[in-house]
């Protein structure tokens, strides 16, 4: 059975998109379905940030195909672990689960591999630099989740 999986971050252009590309290019399409969003409806339907397509590119994985869109409360009926980059956007995804089951599936991306509450910083307004850290960032903690979905 395939872990279907979701990273959420604001606008679904810079952090949820790298998310989404590293960790569909650490598992086969046999043992997850991994998909992004945002909890702002700024970009829907757009590409990602040309950064973000840059710096994935730079490590091999093309994100230029995704498109941005909304997360919704349909979310929770459809993926099994819901990964927001930080507590804001934690916060937008708990306001629209309705039972305890939906929360349970809703952490912070970075929970096992930094510290409980540490958030992945929003790279926008970071400049090159801020690209390069959000990917090793987002690399480490989805280097785990593939590790854990291995061994279900």
Do not use: W
Not at 5 to 10: A, E, F, Q
Not at 112 to 130: L, Q
Request: proline share 3%; aromatic share 8%.
């Amino acid at each position: 059975m395939r872990t279907k999986v979701l990273m959420v971050c604001l606008g679904n252009i810079c952090r949820s998109p790298l998310a989404e590309g590293i960790l569909k290019s650490k598992l086969g399409k046999e043992a997850i379905q991994v998909d992004s969003a945002g909890t702002a409806s700024y970009h829907i339907g757009k590409k990602p940030d040309n950064r973000s397509i840059s710096i994935a590119k730079k490590y091999g994985i093309d994100i230029s195909q995704q498109r941005c869109r909304q997360f919704t409360a349909k979310d929770f009926d459809e993926f099994d672990l819901i990964y927001a980059m930080d507590r804001s956007n934690y916060e937008n995804i708990i306001a629209l689960a309705e039972t305890e089951n939906e929360i349970a599936k809703v952490n912070l991306l970075l929970h096992r591999s930094y510290v409980a509450n540490k958030e992945v910083p929003d790279p926008y307004y970071g400049g090159e630099n801020g690209f390069e850290e959000v990917f090793h960032l987002i690399d480490a903690a989805c280097t785990l989740i593939a590790q854990d979905i291995i061994q279900k």
